[in-house]
């Protein structure tokens, strides 16, 4: 089994929302900051948002900002996006990701220890 399961995605029309989970195994959450990535076709994976250890912390890239939110639950070793006023550029496999390190101003960790094996998101009439 993955260190990280995300589940969550689908296929989605413009302005809906969903909510993304990542599923955390073998490790402690509540040790490690959580950011989400996401990867379209033909482009570099770039970080979304990302939660600090304590939870004291998110940050977002300026293309989702005042649109998603990440947050986590330690006590079920889970963390979530929830993603609302979808677009169709947001279509892509988003992936979550771990280390316990800081998260960057844009809602990315400054490296990553695990990734999970990524949910298909589709934004699409």
């Known amino acids: 089994q993955s260190t990280l399961v995300e589940s969550g995605g689908g296929l989605v029309q413009p302005g809906g929302s969903l909510r993304l989970s990542c599923e955390v195994h073998?490790?402690?959450?509540?040790?490690?900051?959580i950011a989400w990535y996401r990867q379209a076709p033909g482009k570099r994976r770039e970080g979304v948002s990302c939660?600090?250890?304590?939870?004291?912390?998110?940050t977002y890239s300026d293309s989702v900002k005042d649109r998603f939110i990440i947050s986590r639950d330690d006590a079920k070793n889970t963390a979530y996006l929830q993603m609302n006023n979808l677009k169709p550029e947001d279509t892509a496999t988003y992936y979550c990701?771990?280390?316990?390190?800081?998260?960057?101003?844009?809602?990315?960790?400054?490296?990553?220890?695990?990734w999970g094996q990524g949910t298909q998101v589709t934004v699409s009439l």
């Open positions: 073998e490790i402690t959450l509540e040790y490690y900051a």
């Open positions: 990701a771990a280390r316990r390190t800081h998260c960057t101003d844009s809602g990315a960790l400054a490296a990553v220890d695990y």
């Open positions: 939660i600090s250890v304590d939870g004291g912390r998110s």
